[in-house]
């Protein structure tokens, strides 16, 4: 038990890697690449704690290259000297696979140094950075690599992980016990971990350790002794629940209420209880199903706040978060958006809304013996106000009206301009 939980128990296939389905998905790009052997340079961008070195060890495993582990922030130039002297040497006949962690803590001169080696492919780099790679990493060594993004892991993702981690600690370290973990205390570490599955375990084996032997060699984890082993109260919002899903809905109700002090409210019990992807999400869809075309600038401003807050993490997150919540409680709201689109893929669904419009296709050329010569196409910038009447909707549905304009100042003065050019006035 020397070496820390996480490193015990760390994934060595894809299959027990948690999260990241847009990568190691059935299909997904790079679970395409380990499966074919061929290892590319690539740099793994992402936060602690979500996967970056378990997929970058596991890729090594099955390379035939010798391996290096270096980290960026202790490492220099002669390391790198030194792995480069074992080349083309009975030592690494075929290759390296350097693992260089932290890689924006590498200079100019120290990331140049890689550089010859990399495009000659007798050195293949796997660099993780916990910061964005086109800021801190040179244009050269980005040029000769493939940037995948890892993204936070939810709750639910560092839960699979602590299950994972508990059913291998009962059948090696804890072997001689009787694990009783009460599930809402296992939750609540996954909850307060910020996606971070090194900090969960780190959490989970503490309170192990401090846990005392019951009679017949029964070990209990409560819930008491996770909020002292995370320092966080525990709060009525388990996944298994409807807690979790009632602050949501009250939090999306009070902004499209247009209630400041309840949005900021809800968003203080979601914050307290770490739950930044929830938040993130839930802010997205307002701003676009809510807010709409009421104010369409929302959805950039909440965009701009959510991505500092995914940045920041917590506790600085909670500033733009506020912002975002506090915009969208006090701006015109409409949900014309959601039930213009709403009602198209109704009527998909329900009936033949037929062929495209001729002179709508991507036709080019007619071929001998067509009927009907030309596409016929009013190109509308070349007609007064850019604006010309002809048919865009299939023929079965062509008077079908999806859009209606709401009743806020932005979609009334659009519906104005456009009965003023279309002569609907």
């Not at 000297?81 to 075929?94: G, Q, R, T, V, Y």
């Not at 040029?143 to 699979?160: Q, Y």
């Amino acid at each position: 038990m020397d070496k820390p939980l996480a490193d015990r128990i760390r994934p060595v296939c894809i299959d027990d890697v948690v999260g990241q389905e847009h990568l190691l998905g059935e299909g997904k790009i790079l679970l395409n690449i380990i499966k074919n052997g061929e290892t590319p340079n690539m740099i793994f961008y992402g936060p602690s704690g979500v996967g970056k070195t378990t997929v970058a060890n596991i890729i090594a495993a099955q390379t035939g290259k010798k391996l290096y582990r270096l980290n960026a922030t202790t490492a220099s130039v002669s390391d790198i000297k030194e792995i480069i002297a074992s080349l083309d040497s009975f030592i690494a006949p075929d290759g390296v696979l350097l693992y260089l962690d932290e890689i924006q803590h590498f200079n100019k001169k120290q990331q140049q140094s890689l550089l010859e080696f990399m495009e000659n492919g007798k050195i293949t780099v796997i660099a993780s950075t916990t910061e964005n790679p086109y800021f801190y990493i040179y244009n050269a060594v980005l040029s000769r690599s493939i940037v995948f993004e890892f993204k936070p892991l939810t709750a639910d993702d560092v839960m699979s992980a602590l299950e994972r981690a508990v059913k291998a600690l009962e059948e090696s370290d804890y072997a001689a016990y009787t694990l009783e973990i009460e599930r809402d205390a296992l939750y609540h570490i996954a909850q307060t971990s910020g996606g971070d599955v090194r900090k969960a375990l780190n959490v989970l084996e503490a309170c192990l350790l401090s846990a005392r032997v019951g009679d017949n060699n029964i070990l209990r984890l409560t819930t008491d002794t996770a909020e002292q082993a995370t320092q966080k109260k525990v709060l009525k919002y388990d996944k298994d629940g409807d807690s979790h899903y009632d602050i949501l809905s009250a939090f999306q109700k009070s902004v499209r209420g247009s209630d400041p002090n309840a949005a900021v409210h809800y968003l203080a019990r979601l914050i307290a209880a770490d739950d930044l992807q929830s938040i993130c999400r839930r802010l997205l869809v307002m701003a676009a199903g809510g807010i709409g075309l009421g104010y369409p600038q929302a959805i950039t401003v909440v965009k701009s706040c959510v991505d500092s807050a995914l940045q920041l993490g917590f506790p600085e997150a909670r500033i733009p978060l506020a912002e975002a919540a506090l915009l969208l409680a006090t701006a015109p709201k409409s949900n014309s958006a959601i039930n213009a689109i709403d009602a198209a893929l109704a009527d998909l669904e329900r009936r033949d809304t037929g062929s495209i419009p001729r002179q709508l296709q991507n036709k080019h050329y007619d071929g001998v013996g067509n009927e009907i010569i030309g596409q016929h196409y009013l190109y509308p910038h070349n007609y007064p106000n850019h604006y010309v009447r002809q048919q865009y909707l299939p023929d079965n549905i062509k008077n079908e009206k999806y859009y209606e304009y709401g009743d806020n100042k932005a979609e009334r003065s659009a519906m104005e301009y456009w009965k003023k050019i279309k002569g609907d006035i």
